[in-house]
Each structure stands twice: as structure tokens, then as C-alpha cells.
């Protein structure tokens, strides 16, 4: 079975822009949580979404949106980019929603805003 | 909301030297997850606890889930350079309307010296 697919794997751009990240789960998964790691705060959740519905979201601000189509993809939109939204994000994903599901990560991708 | 807590946050061993790292929620959980992150890596799940007093063994790894279900710990006996990265705890809470969310712990480094 093939991982977790994220892309692009690297990115940059400048205050203000915004920026939409895609994830691939392991097929025949429909759950998909996304989490924002960085140095400091370490692994953050986002939001989580199963059958296109999202089921959980953490504390971050509106900028931060996702959603999740038919087929168990995944997308993140980040938008009004800050310094300090560089990070790598995180897309796992499982095979139900709920508390045993063990998450299964992609590679990341690492957002570096200037 | 819930806050899970790792300590410490670096640790670095001899080779053959034992290692542990302790994890403390802020509410009880449903369960807990230990996930592995080799540097330049995504997290790798390890294991999953989900009864009071669990205590599970791979091979060198011992992992520890609490009486109260509030804390953990995982513990590797006689380390090797294959140990190195970054160990995770994760845990699951009740975050309303059926739905757990799973909240990490920052994360101990390991670093180990040949």
C-alpha cells in the first residue's frame, strides 16, 4: 500500500500570500487530521476530517481552513501568510475517526514565509 | 483544553546507557500513542495503551500507561545509535459531541553517543 502522499514537499512565500497544501491519505482511509510542527510548539493540530466533514479543529485562527473531498484527499488553505506560520505541516492520516486510530504521517511540508 | 506534557525535553546517552521519557496530562484519556521521529523525518507510530496500568514491551522499549490514566512512560534499556530521535506521546481526550481529539506532547530528543 502506498503512504501517505503530500504536496509540494517544499514552499515559500512572502507575507500576505496565502497558500493551499494537499494530502493524499493511505487509500481506503477516511480520516485526515492535519498538525503544524514547529520547533518551539512542537506537533499542533489543525483540524481532522472524516467523510468530508470535519470532526475536530484545534486552536488556530480562521486564516487556517481545510476541507476534504469525496475521495478521502485533503486540502489546507492558509491565507494573509505571517512569519510565523513557517513550519512543517503534517498530514496523517487513519482508518476511522474516533480515539484508537492509529495515525499514519506523510513526509510534510515545509512552508518557509519571508 | 487539554495540555499533555513531556519531560525532558533533550537527553542525551552513552551508548548501552538506559533511557526514559515521562508524559503528563492535564485530564485523564482515553488513551495514549508513542510515536518516533528520525531526524528529517514524520512521526512513526510505535504503540497505543489503552488500559489503566498497561504496560506493553517491544524488544527493548517498555511503555507504561498510569493508574489514573494521566501519565506515561517509555523507557529503553541499553540504547543504541539506532534509537536516536525524537520520542512523542499522544494523547486522546474527550473534546465534546463524541468527537477525541488527540493532542501531542512536545517531544523528548534523543540523542545517543557511540
Known amino acids: 500500500k502506498a503512504g501517505v502522499t503530500q504536496t509540494p514537499r517544499y514552499l515559500i512565500k512572502t507575507r500576505g500570500q496565502q497558500v493551499t497544501l494537499s494530502c493524499s491519505p493511505i487509500?481506503?482511509?477516511?480520516?485526515v487530521s492535519w498538525y503544524q510542527q514547529t520547533p518551539g510548539q512542537g506537533l499542533q493540530f489543525l483540524f481532522e476530517?472524516?467523510?468530508?466533514?470535519?470532526?475536530n479543529k484545534g486552536n488556530f485562527p480562521g486564516r487556517f481552513s481545510g476541507r476534504q473531498f469525496s475521495n478521502s484527499r485533503s486540502e489546507m488553505n492558509v491565507s494573509t501568510l505571517e512569519l510565523g506560520d513557517s513550519a512543517l505541516y503534517l498530514c496523517?492520516?487513519?482508518?476511522?475517526?474516533?480515539?484508537?486510530?492509529?495515525?499514519?504521517f506523510g513526509p510534510g511540508t515545509r512552508l518557509t514565509v519571508l | 483544553g487539554q495540555q499533555v506534557m513531556q519531560i525532558p525535553q533533550y537527553q542525551h546517552v552513552q551508548e548501552g546507557e538506559d533511557f526514559t521519557t515521562y508524559c503528563n496530562s492535564s485530564?485523564?484519556?482515553?488513551?495514549i500513542q508513542w510515536y518516533k521521529q528520525r531526524p528529517g523525518g514524520h512521526p512513526v507510530f510505535l504503540i497505543q495503551?489503552?488500559?489503566?496500568?498497561e504496560v506493553k514491551k517491544q524488544k527493548r522499549l517498555t511503555f507504561q500507561f498510569g493508574e489514573a490514566k494521566k501519565n506515561s512512560s517509555l523507557h529503553i534499556t541499553a540504547t543504541q545509535t539506532t534509537d536516536v530521535g525524537t520520542y512523542f506521546c499522544?494523547?486522546?481526550?474527550?473534546?465534546?459531541?463524541?468527537?477525541?481529539?488527540?493532542?501531542f506532547g512536545k517531544g523528548t530528543k534523543l540523542s545517543v553517543i557511540p
Open positions: 496523517a492520516s487513519s482508518g476511522t475517526s474516533g480515539r484508537n486510530n492509529e495515525q499514519f
Open positions: 487509500s481506503g482511509h477516511r480520516s
Open positions: 476530517y472524516f467523510s468530508e466533514t470535519q470532526r
Open positions: 485530564t485523564t484519556l482515553s488513551n
Open positions: 495503551l489503552v488500559k489503566s496500568g
Open positions: 499522544a494523547g486522546h481526550g474527550y473534546s465534546g459531541a463524541g468527537s477525541y481529539q488527540l493532542t
